[in-house]
Structure formats: C-alpha cells, structure tokens
C-alpha cells in the first residue's frame, strides 16, 4: 500500500478510505488492466478476434508483468467478464459447444500467461555455469546441442506462430 501510495502522490491513510484491504487494491488494479485488454469492436472472423484479444492480452502482461501473478487470487471484476464476454462473443458463430469454447479459451489462455511468463524471466539474470559443468561431461547430448553456445535462440514469432497452431488445431 505504502508504495501505491508513493506512485499516487497521497498518504498511505488515504488509500485505504478507497480500499479496505491490500486485496482489494489488487483487485481493483486486476480490473483495471483487464480493461486495458478489451478490444474497442470485435472483428467477424472468430480467429481474427481471438488473435486480437490474445495479442493485446499478451501486451498488457508484457507492460505490468506483475499482473501475471497477482491476477492468480484476484475476483474478476466487471473489466475481466467483458473480457470473457468478448472472447465468448468472438467464438458464438462457430460450432463450438459451450463446453469446447471454454476449453479453446483456457488453452489460449495457458498459452499467453505462459509465454509472458518466460517473457517476464527471460531478463533475470542466470547463472549458467552449473548447466555448463554438466554439459561438458558429455551426459546430455541434446542440451549442449540446443544450448552448447550459452544462449537460447527462440524465434521472435513464436508468440503468433504458437497461437495460429492453437487456432489451426480448432478446425480438427
């Protein structure tokens, strides 16, 4: 609370006569970055929409990585069930079940919490040298192939290449 209150410019007292408790900030703040992820106007083509949300989904955990955790215990508030109304909203023309929608949904939400997860670690800084040891001995082949040089070389469309696989697999 004491560091909101520093960002606000207010006293730590004051906050709380507009949340009772650290939870409830939280929630509050889950809220307003939901609100950040909604799509002005959805696009027709239900995988368009999906790309969109995702993306801008993505985004907004890219900016306030924080938020990856934090949304894990907050209530969802009005911002996070328009979110969830759009993406139900985006996939109504398919023939989905009700049951597959949130499914896909869950799956597509995995994938984006995931990747600004490993986006979020990528710039902690790692000590590698245990890895390296272990390496040299000779005992994992494969991983001094893929990691042998001491950095790992993902593409930097493996965010949209990941989620058309995920669309794709939809239309089995």
């Not at 929409?49 to 215990?73: G, K, Q």
């Not at 109504?92 to 986006?119: I, N, P």
């Not at 994992?140 to 469309?157: I, M, T, W």
């Amino acid at each position: 609370m004491r560091r909101v209150a520093q960002e606000l410019n207010v006293g730590t007292m004051s906050l709380y006569y507009y949340v009772k408790t650290k939870d409830d900030l939280v929630a509050v703040m889950d809220d307003a970055l939901m609100g950040e992820a909604l799509l002005p106007s959805i696009p027709k083509d239900w995988r368009r929409a999906i790309t969109e949300i995702a993306t801008r989904t993505r985004d907004l955990f890219l900016r306030h990585p924080w938020a990856l955790v934090s949304m894990l215990s907050a209530p969802p508030g009005l911002n996070a069930m328009r979110h969830m109304e759009q993406c139900l909203e985006a996939l109504a023309g398919t023939s989905m079940t009700t049951k597959q929608k949130l499914t896909f949904l869950a799956m597509v939400d995995d994938f984006v919490f995931g990747y600004a997860l490993r986006e979020a670690a990528s710039d902690a800084a790692v000590d590698l040298e245990f890895a390296k040891t272990q390496m040299a001995t000779g005992a994992f082949p494969r991983l001094a192939e893929a990691f042998g040089d001491g950095s790992v070389h993902l593409g930097k469309d493996r965010f949209k290449i990941g989620l058309r696989v995920l669309l794709e697999a939809e239309r089995e």
